[in-house]
């Protein structure tokens, strides 16, 4: 994955997370731009999956304790919320068979402005 890419779904996963803390049903936000990143809005589940059990795993360190360990994943749970409601929305659909999570097609201007371009120096060095 290149640079580029990795900012472009950082990006969508903010939008997604705006997008899911307005609509709390649990429906997974999709716009058909998203597709070379994940493919379909199963891609898109399972990236936002992974996404939750690696900031768990970065976040939450049991050698600080239990009350710091349950103040940590409160507070995930909290910042996280429309995106936990997406993955157990989808947990549930697959459990009682229904095939795949209810998708929210998403349309209009992105609610995440894209990052803007740093400046840089482009020339070369001064010569007296």
């Given at each position: 994955?290149?640079?580029?890419?990795?900012?472009?779904?950082?990006?969508?996963?903010?939008?997604?997370?705006?997008?899911?803390?307005?609509?709390?049903?649990?429906?997974?936000?999709?716009?058909?731009?998203?597709?070379?990143?994940?493919?379909?809005?199963e891609?898109?589940?399972?990236?936002?999956?992974?996404?939750?059990?690696?900031?768990?795993?970065?976040?939450l360190?049991?050698?600080?304790?239990?009350?710091?360990?349950?103040?940590?994943?409160?507070?995930?749970?909290?910042?996280?919320?429309?995106?936990?409601?997406?993955?157990?929305?989808?947990?549930?659909?697959?459990?009682?068979?229904?095939?795949?999570?209810?998708?929210?097609?998403?349309?209009?201007?992105?609610?995440?402005?894209s990052?803007?371009?740093?400046?840089?120096?482009?020339?070369?060095?001064?010569?007296?």
């Amino acid at each position: 994955m290149t640079w580029n890419e990795t900012h472009a779904r950082t990006r969508i996963f903010r939008e997604v997370e705006a997008a899911a803390e307005k609509d709390m049903t649990g429906a997974l936000p999709w716009r058909e731009e998203w597709a070379p990143y994940f493919g379909s809005p199963e891609g898109l589940l399972k990236a936002l999956r992974a996404r939750w059990i690696r900031m768990c795993e970065a976040q939450l360190d049991v050698r600080n304790g239990e009350d710091v360990f349950a103040d940590t994943l409160n507070q995930l749970r909290r910042t996280q919320a429309g995106v936990l409601a997406i993955l157990r929305k989808a947990s549930e659909a697959s459990e009682t068979g229904v095939n795949g999570a209810k998708v929210l097609a998403l349309t209009g201007a992105s609610l995440v402005p894209s990052p803007r371009k740093g400046r840089r120096f482009r020339g070369g060095p001064v010569l007296p």
